[in-house]
């Protein structure tokens, strides 16, 4: 074989040369000469018993034998099938050398045989077809050996076995039939079709119909459901291998033999109270099957949201909720890792379905006189629990339950009623008989106290579901007023107000080591950070009461200035600061945004408060943000770690850094989900945008309503004269004002980004429109007001002539009304002057008439004294003339 003599040069190469002479090499090799020429059948047993020894203890062996023996041993299955001891001895050679030997340590960059010897059997589909062909042989080791080897095949080469078996006749129904073999042989083939139905749906679709879904539930049955052994564990392990991403085989399941076999295994039967970890483990894998029917893929279909929302109905009404709310809730005895997994599958049973949300609105848990709402149990839970896994857990539950559930939301936020003192600092145990909102009223009161901050953090988070998207129950929680625990007379504050007072207590309470509790400190502050984001959100009454409180400015003026603080947190307290801004309509001086923009100028810096947007978005929360991803599937190799989530006790040192590491990263995936980061997206853009166009406009806005440049109706020419120069003095200084905040933005646009950089060309372009519009104002107003003034002019004028007229005419009628004679006037005198002076007129132009003749004349005669020295005949050349300048002399008369 080609591939045997390439393997057989790097196996000499790891040695040190192709002919390396080595022991073991020799020694195999001799071993292998007496297998396929030796005489005597004994002798060749003996030689393959010892071949399966010496390859089980030594790594040189494996690469010596994976160079040499395969073929070999081959042979054996093909030509000798009949001598059922040298089969099981070739079995057992093989599965040896592709077993990983522990004890054998060498260089980390070194080929492991076991892998090569893998890859090198698989190769050969005709090798994986022989294999196969075993599991028909009567002898049980036979058959037994054979499912070991094509289980170590499938370990280190799963995609190329999958395919082989796939192509080879009867293959998987062959697997199958393994499975009402004898109990070593079933386990077996249990183990070897986990790993084959991994990531392989063809093959998971033939087993389904070769009849898996009952085989599997039979072996569960009869091993003794979730008290079995690891039997169990693989059987739910290969059924979650079906289902996983597989509509078709949910759908076979859930209308073949539907749920009741599965629901069985929830149900505690009577060692409710005795969890061992194999029982645990069982658990886990059920729970993990009913996440796998009601959740699907991250890219979800609409064809496979139809069988998602069908399973959900399905399982609630086979009273899968009874069950889960008795494993998850009820029984508090039961591991925090069952507990956890229980309440996930809760909420996503929940999650998008009325429904269901409705059924577990009505759930109601207990004995009377002692039952209380499931709702009611899962808060209190939340409030409690010493462990931050299943805090996160039962959390889950109400944020599935309100995401888009207004009714919901307007429900438990109707339960919100503040109670006496004495009741709301009552002990715990008195709190059964509490509605939700009066116990989470109650966890929101703060003392001085770490514990009781741990607490309001996660009643906070609550509340932060009650209230998103959903104005009705922002305007009702914005009405409760409390008695403030830390107020030094007791006297009852809004609500909005205590929670910015815990912000503040959370970066400075320490912890009860007399350490400042560092992370936890930065969890509290991350949520209640996040409930005042949501509660401000598009709600300018929530604004308004924020800002009536001077402190609160001040605080967060700090916070996003803070060099002690997260990243994340001093950009959370920038958006939380950016929404006083965009959803402020409030016009009172210093609350409005205007004032509030200043303020963070002034305090801040426009370029490093925009710069903490930035800073925010590069963080690994906000980068590595991702829509759910489906969990980590449940495995041999994993299932003893996922079944062990342990609470740490904060009075005891813990070395298990690893483990505080991962709650820390669990907390924090729960506060800045994919959800949340890209609200948080949005709203920076809406806040870069509204503060940038704020700077550059500012309150006093050079933008000048026309009524301003009217002349007011008290007001004489000069004082109007005078205020219009008043308001361009004005403008000129605002502009000049306007153009500076541009050049300040304008040159920390670099330093922001591209975005900002846009949204600062935006608001200058804006700006230029602006005082384009008020210079066009300014003009039309100074025309009106000159055209104006001429009008007046032109008025005046004729007022005075009217005026004088008027005199003249009062003077006359006054002396007609004296009595006094005014003389007629002489007509004749009056001709004889009108005569007189036409005649002077008559003769003063005759006169100008004979002059002007004269000068004609006298031209012409010098005119014809040069023609006639020229030799003209003047004579001739005058002729014709009088008549031509007949007519118009007749006609300068008839016009005189």
């Not at 494996?62 to 001598?83: I, N, T, Y």
């Not at 669990?666 to 700077?695: C, G, H, M, P, R």
Request: contains cysteine; charged residues 25%; hydrophobic residues 40%.
């Amino acid at each position: 074989m080609d591939l045997v003599s390439g393997y057989k040069g790097v196996v000499g190469r790891m040695f040190g040369n192709e002919n390396s002479g080595s022991n073991e090499d020799s020694y195999v090799e001799r071993l292998l000469d007496r297998i396929s020429n030796g005489v005597l059948a004994e002798d060749r047993r003996n030689a393959i018993i010892e071949l399966q020894s010496v390859v089980a203890e030594t790594r040189a062996a494996q690469l010596a034998f994976g160079a040499m023996g395969f073929p070999v041993l081959l042979s054996v299955f093909k030509e000798e099938r009949e001598d059922v001891e040298m089969v099981r001895g070739a079995l057992e050679t093989f599965v040896s050398a592709l077993t990983p030997i522990a004890h054998a340590k060498g260089p980390p960059n070194e080929v492991q045989p076991d892998i090569m010897n893998t890859d090198l059997l698989s190769r050969e589909s005709e090798s994986i077809s022989l294999l196969l062909s075993l599991l028909s042989e009567e002898d049980f080791y036979v058959r037994y050996y054979t499912l070991q080897l094509l289980t170590a095949l499938l370990t280190n080469s799963r995609n190329r076995l999958q395919e082989a078996i796939l192509t080879t006749p009867r293959g998987i129904t062959r697997l199958m039939d393994m499975l009402m073999d004898r109990e070593v042989i079933r386990n077996e083939a249990l183990l070897l079709l986990t790993y084959l139905t991994r990531e392989a749906e063809e093959i998971q679709k033939i087993l389904v119909f070769e009849g898996a879904f009952e085989k599997i539930f039979s072996i569960i049955k009869e091993e003794g459901g979730s008290e079995g052994g690891v039997v169990v564990q693989d059987c739910l392990e290969l059924l979650n291998n079906l289902l996983r991403n597989n509509t078709s085989n949910q759908v076979l399941l859930r209308e073949t033999i539907g749920f009741e076999p599965l629901i069985s295994i929830l149900k505690l039967r009577g060692s409710a109270y005795s969890f061992t970890q194999q029982k645990t483990i069982n658990l886990l894998g059920v729970l993990e099957t009913i996440s796998l029917l009601i959740t699907g893929v991250p890219e979800t279909v609409a064809g496979k949201d139809g069988n998602i929302l069908t399973n959900k109905t399905v399982l609630v009404q086979r009273q899968v909720l009874d069950n889960l709310l008795l494993l998850g809730v009820e029984s508090q005895w039961a591991p925090v890792a069952v507990r956890c997994a229980t309440f996930r599958c809760i909420g996503d049973l929940i999650a998008g379905h009325g429904k269901n949300l409705d059924a577990l609105a009505r759930k109601v848990l207990g004995d009377p006189p002692h039952e209380e709402s499931a709702l009611n149990s899962v808060l209190r839970i939340i409030l409690r629990t010493s462990s931050v896994q299943e805090f996160l857990a039962a959390d889950y539950i109400f944020k599935c339950f309100c995401e888009k559930n207004p009714d919901g939301q307007i429900m438990l936020a109707s339960t919100l009623i503040p109670q006496p003192h004495l009741m709301a600092h009552a002990p715990h145990e008195e709190d059964v008989d509490m509605s939700f909102g009066s116990m989470l009223l109650r966890g929101l009161t703060l003392t001085e106290n770490y514990g009781d901050l741990e607490t309001c953090c996660r009643a906070a988070g609550v509340l932060t579901h009650v209230i998103k998207d959903n104005l009705s129950c922002k305007e009702k929680v914005l009405k409760i007023e409390t008695e403030a625990a830390m107020s030094p007379l007791g006297a009852p504050e809004p609500l909005l107000h205590q929670t910015m007072k815990y912000l503040a207590v959370a970066s400075s309470l320490k912890g009860g080591d007399g350490k400042s509790s560092t992370l936890s400190n930065f969890h509290c502050q991350s949520i209640i950070l996040k409930l005042l984001i949501t509660w401000l959100f598009n709600y300018p009454s929530a604004v308004q009461c924020f800002l009536d409180s001077r402190p609160h400015l001040t605080y967060l003026f700090e916070l996003v200035s803070n060099p002690d603080t997260t990243m994340w947190i001093r950009g959370m307290a920038a958006v939380l600061l950016g929404e006083c801004v965009v959803f402020n309509n409030n016009s009172d001086a210093g609350k409005d945004s205007f004032s509030i923009v200043d303020s963070i100028n002034q305090k801040i810096g426009l370029t490093s408060y925009l710069l903490k947007f930035e800073d925010m978005q590069k963080t690994f929360r906000f980068s590595s943000a991702k829509p759910d991803q489906p969990r980590k599937p449940l495995t041999r190799s994993n299932a003893a770690s996922m079944s062990e989530i342990e609470d740490v006790d904060d009075s005891e040192e813990s070395d298990e850094r690893t483990e505080e590491h991962s709650e820390e990263h669990s907390v924090l995936s729960s506060i800045f989900d994919s959800q949340f980061v890209n609200f948080i997206k949005s709203l920076e853009a809406d806040i870069k945008e509204s503060t940038l166009q704020i700077y550059t406009q500012p309150k006093s806005s050079v933008a000048v309503m026309p009524a301003e440049l009217e002349q007011r109706s008290a007001e004489n020419d000069t004082d109007y004269a005078k205020r219009l120069k008043v308001i361009v003095r004005k403008q000129h200084s605002e502009i000049q004002d306007l153009l500076n905040r541009i050049a300040t933005v304008s040159g920390s646009s670099s330093k922001i980004g591209d975005g900002s950089e846009q949204e600062v060309g935006n608001s200058e372009e804006t700006l230029r429109k602006n005082l384009q519009e008020v210079s066009e104002q300014l003009e039309m107003a100074i025309m009106e007001k000159s055209q104006t003034e001429s009008d007046l002019k032109s008025l005046s004028d004729a007022y005075n002539s009217l005026e004088q007229a008027n005199y003249q005419l009062e003077n006359e009628i006054k002396v007609l009304k004296a009595g006094g004679a005014v003389p007629p006037p002489d007509i004749e005198s009056i001709k004889a002057e009108a005569r007189e002076e036409s005649q002077k007129e008559s003769e003063a132009e005759l006169n100008d008439l004979l002059v002007c003749l004269g000068q004609e004349q006298s031209k012409v005669e010098k005119l014809s004294s040069r023609l006639t020295e020229l030799g003209e005949d003047v004579e001739q050349l005058l002729e014709g003339i009088g008549e031509d300048v007949e007519l118009p002399e007749d006609d300068e008369s008839d016009e005189a």
